[in-house]
Every structure is written in structure tokens, then in C-alpha cells.
């Protein structure tokens, strides 16, 4: 059972302050809902609520809004859609479906453009309680999420820590740090710096497509690691029949068109195509704005009323969401008596391991959902870890060892 819907929950305030008089919701169900099998898993920053494959999908989209974790979710899949109740859904601010920047204004009739009210994840998830709760979803099995939907996740377990049993975050922090934040800040001037963004109200003219595809390269270097960038392109040169994005300088020509030039050109490509660029600016800003500990003593004083049971995943190779910041999250939910264990795992792809390793990111979360923080092949940093059958789950003490 599938369902691909969008869903009006009316009038909407956001924590701006700022109201909007309907939102509407664009999300996606698999499996069939049995009173305590619900999993909500939170996208990250350009994904869609198509998690998983439908049979009616067909290529309405393209790139990762397309089954963005197909071979995780599904049937017979780690997160096993014939068990569970799978609800994912856009988030608003985004232009796939859910009330955004280029959604019509109804009191105008004209596209909001940047006279959307500001966003922040905690709007996200205030948004995906009220669809739960007119889909007749109350405590949720789990509630799951990679990168920026990772940090969606830790704003559930603060905000509704009474209604999910268990939670991962995949990839994820409690906040940016000042590296990501300052490349997110240039990736965010290059739209508003092109001549075609006219204050965000670009729609019906010619739209600031250079500014969004160097903001989105500027995404995708921080996607890879150095590792797997090395492997993948090297200093090859992209060859006499690629033709490049943009006829170089006289004095450019002299010099080679690398593969990593014309893998960064074909995404940006493919991502002005089908991304809005108000919605970059407004996701980007969510993310960079979210931390934790705001408005509590401490992040562990965030976690602290979060009685179900956390896992976190990080992976070696991230420098975006570094192991070090996830262990931050598992050492605060230590402090407030929260059951966690931070999963490390080793791979050099960069953050994009969380989509394009389901062989890794799988097993723990099945494991998760299926019996908790004992599953076998879950690991914790914590050297005094212990699964409950009084064997001891391996640890990965040398990376946090004093």
C-alpha cells in the first residue's frame, strides 16, 4: 500500500511569529498503519517525500527526490514497508509539493517569493505533527532522519518527546559549525547576487539559475570527501568531446576541462531544472539556523525528557557532519539518562554515505526498529556499553580515547 497525497492543515504560524492562511503538505505513506507501527522519516535538505520506490512513480523526478532512499525503505528493505507504516514528508519552505517561496500567495495570487514567512526546522516539525495527527497517527515507532532531516529528528525528541519510542539520526549534529556556516553563506550570495534574482520575485521572467547552480556546486563539494573526490576524478582531464557549461576566458582554453569541472557543471545542471532557488535559500537557513541547546540550558538539558532510545550513525569520512559532532549529541544524551549509542562506520565517501552506503546505514536501523539498541550489529563510542544479553557490543574507543 502506497499513497502519494497533499493534504491542506489550514492556517499555519510559524515560530516567526508570521502566518500564513493555508499550508499544504505533500506526503508520501507505505505499508499499512496497525495502531504502533508508524516510522516518520525526515528528508534531507533538497529531498521529497518520495523516500522509497512507488510503482506509479515513474521519473516525475529527478536526482535524490527521486526514491532518495530506495534501498533502504521498501519492502523486504531495512525499513521494511510490509511491517511498518512508513510516512514521509516535504517540508515546508521546499518547492516539491509542500507550500513554499514559489507556492501562489492566495490573498495576492502572485508567488510568495521572498514574502514567505522565515523557516526553521522546528516549523518542520510542528508541520509533520499536525499531518501525523490528521492522519490518526499518535506515538510513533520511530522517527528517523539523515543530514539537516537528522537534525529534524533531535528537534522531535525536544519538542515531542513524549510521542516516538525511538529515534536515529543518520549523519547529523546538534548545529552547524562556523565551515559549513560560512559555505553555506557564500553558496546563499551567489543566488541572491544574481542579476536575474530581483529580491526573490523572479517567477514569470528569467530566473537566477548561475546563482543556484554555484550554490548547489558549492553543496556537492561539501558532500564528498577528499577520498572519494580523488577516486572518482583525480586530475583526469573530462576529454576533447565534453563540451563545457560556459566558453572559458581565451586564456582558459589553453587549459584542460577536468572531470570534476564537468561533474560539478552536469548537477548543477540537472539541480536548476528541477530546484527552486528561494527554497535553497530558505532550507539553507533553517539548517544553519538550528541548534540544539537554544532555549534550554544545555543539549543535554534538551534531550533530557526524551524517555525511548536513540541511535546515532556517523560515518569517518564526513567532514560536513563530523563523527566528533555526532559524539557531542550521543555524550549529551549520556549526561541527560538517555538511551543512545553512536554508531560509527567507516567510509571515506563523505557525507553522501548515508545515501549511497545502504549496505552500512541499513542493518542498524532494522536492528533499531526490530529490537532496539541491542541489535548486534549496533555499535557505541561508549567504551562502558553493554547489550542487554550481558555481551558487549564492539566500540570504536580510539577515536574519542583521552
Not at 519492502?75 to 507550500?99: L, R
Request: aromatic share 10%; proline share 5%; hydrophobic share 35%.
Amino acid at each position: 500500500m502506497t499513497t502519494k497525497e497533499t493534504i491542506d492543515l489550514g492556517e499555519f504560524q510559524f515560530l516567526s511569529g508570521e502566518t500564513i492562511p493555508s499550508l499544504e503538505v505533500a506526503y508520501e505513506t507505505y505499508g499499512d498503519f496497525t495502531g504502533d507501527n508508524a516510522v516518520l522519516i525526515c528528508h534531507a535538505l533538497t529531498g521529497s517525500a518520495h523516500v522509497a520506490r512507488r510503482p506509479d512513480a515513474g521519473d516525475e523526478t529527478a536526482g535524490q527526490a527521486r526514491a532518495w532512499w530506495g534501498d533502504v525503505v521498501g519492502p523486504g528493505k531495512a525499513i521494511d514497508t510490509t511491517e511498518y507504516y512508513v510516512v514521509c514528508a516535504n517540508v515546508p519552505g521546499s518547492c516539491y509539493g509542500t507550500t513554499g517561496p514559489a507556492s501562489t500567495n492566495p490573498e495576492t495570487g502572485d508567488p510568495y517569493g521572498t514574502d514567505f514567512p522565515p523557516v526553521t526546522i522546528g516549523d518542520w516539525t510542528r508541520a509533520q505533527r499536525r499531518l501525523l495527527d490528521t492522519l490518526g497517527v499518535g506515538r510513533l515507532r520511530a522517527v528517523i532522519g539523515g543530514s539537516v532531516g537528522g537534525m529534524n529528528v533531535l528537534d522531535w525528541l525536544r519538542r515531542y518527546p513524549d510521542d516516538v519510542d525511538r529515534a536515529a539520526g543518520v549523519a547529523t549534529a546538534a548545529r552547524l559549525d562556523a565551515q559549513c556556516l560560512a559555505l553555506d553563506t557564500v553558496a546563499r550570495r551567489a543566488i541572491t547576487g544574481d542579476p536575474n534574482w530581483n529580491g526573490g520575485h523572479y517567477y514569470g521572467g528569467p530566473e537566477p539559475e548561475e546563482g543556484l547552480a554555484r550554490a548547489r556546486q558549492i553543496g556537492h563539494i561539501m558532500y564528498l570527501s577528499k577520498a572519494s573526490m580523488a577516486r572518482k576524478f583525480g586530475r583526469r582531464s573530462a576529454g576533447r568531446e565534453t563540451v563545457r557549461e560556459e566558453p572559458p576566458d581565451p586564456a582558459g582554453a589553453f587549459f584542460p576541462y577536468r572531470e570534476v569541472e564537468s561533474y560539478l557543471d552536469y548537477q548543477a545542471e540537472k539541480f536548476t531544472d528541477r530546484f527552486d532557488a528561494n527554497s535553497y535559500l530558505y532550507l539553507t537557513r533553517a539548517m544553519d539556523d538550528f541548534d540544539l541547546s537554544a532555549g534550554y540550558e544545555s543539549d543535554a538539558d534538551a534531550l533530557a525528557a526524551f524517555e525511548g532510545e536513540l541511535l546515532l550513525l556517523s560515518f569517518t569520512g564526513d567532514w560536513h557532519f563530523t563523527v566528533e559532532q555526532a559524539e557531542v549529541v550521543a555524550e549529551a544524551a549520556r549526561t541527560a539518562d538517555v538511551d543512545v549509542a553512536h554508531h560509527v562506520v567507516d567510509s571515506d565517501h563523505g557525507h553522501d554515505a548515508f545515501l549511497v552506503e545502504p549496505e552500512k546505514v541499513g542493518p542498524p536501523l532494522s536492528e533499531l526498529l526490530e529490537t532496539g539498541l541491542s541489535g548486534r550489529t549496533i555499535t557505541d563510542t561508549n567504551p562502558d556499553a553493554e547489550n542487554e544479553d550481558d555481551s558487549f557490543a564492539p566500540v570504536h574507543t580510539s577515536l574519542f580515547s583521552k
